[in-house]
């Protein structure tokens, strides 16, 4: 049972366009949202993170909309850069549970 | 301040072999997780040791085990080494309180021939 749903598998983006990723999950017992970005050879990253109480964080280019009702979040990437190029994984997990569940992950490719 | 610290960082066993890995968390950190990566199934929760004790525990077979030490170090092992293990193993660790992200070290790859 996949209980965070992300997609794309992968996407391209011209330089300077907006990067969206869409994650969707199933259990409601999550409340803690994080992002990771991992470049080949790395270990993944913690990007931004988010609580079901607000609907929306921003930080830099980085944005995370979320939709509690509809069990959705996403992560969007203003201004998008060749060094954006990465692997993007959508997470979930319960307030004071180190057990992330991860998505399936997006690569992206930002033409330069 | 030094991050999380996995060796070795590559590795190549046998099928039926045993493997122990290696992980050193962020000074102060007292939770450690371990993942497993594979471009099939992604990344997925092994195990997490806190204060010497296994929190939580993922849906893997009982070949993988793992213990925590006194200084929050911990290993990970792998018995009877089977060709499905081949992935990169990743270390997460945490201060073990809430609210807190997890910050992963660079992995070990393992390769079973």
């Known amino acids: 049972q996949q209980q965070v749903k992300q997609s794309p598998q992968s996407l391209i983006v011209q330089k300077g366009g907006i990067s969206i990723i869409n994650c969707a999950y199933e259990?409601?017992?999550?409340?803690?949202f994080p992002w990771y970005q991992q470049f080949p050879g790395k270990g993944p990253a913690l990007l931004i993170a988010?609580?079901?109480?607000?609907s929306e964080k921003k930080e830099g280019r980085f944005t995370i909309s979320f939709n509690k009702s509809a069990k959705q979040f996403s992560l969007h990437i203003m201004d998008s850069q060749p060094g954006d190029s990465a692997t993007y994984f959508c997470a979930a997990s319960k307030v004071g549970d180190d057990k992330i569940i991860f998505g399936k992950g997006t690569r992206l490719h930002i033409l330069p | 301040k030094a991050g999380v610290t996995q060796t070795p960082r590559y590795l190549i066993k046998t099928r039926g072999q045993q493997v122990t890995l290696s992980c050193s968390p962020i000074s102060g950190h007292r939770s450690v997780s371990w993942y497993q990566q594979t471009p099939g199934q992604g990344l997925q929760f092994l195990f997490e040791?806190?204060?010497?004790?296994?929190?939580n525990k993922g849906n893997f077979p009982g070949r993988f085990s793992g213990r925590q030490f006194s200084n929050s170090r911990s290993e990970m092992n792998v018995s009877t080494l089977e060709l499905g293990d081949s992935a990169l193993y990743l270390c997460?660790?945490?201060?073990?309180?809430?609210?807190?992200?997890?910050?992963f070290g660079d992995g070990t790859r393992l390769s079973i021939l």
């Open positions: 988010i609580r079901p109480d607000v």
């Open positions: 259990n409601t017992a999550f409340d803690y």
């Open positions: 040791y806190f204060s010497e004790t296994q929190r």
């Open positions: 997460a660790s945490s201060p073990g309180t809430p609210n807190q992200p997890q910050h």
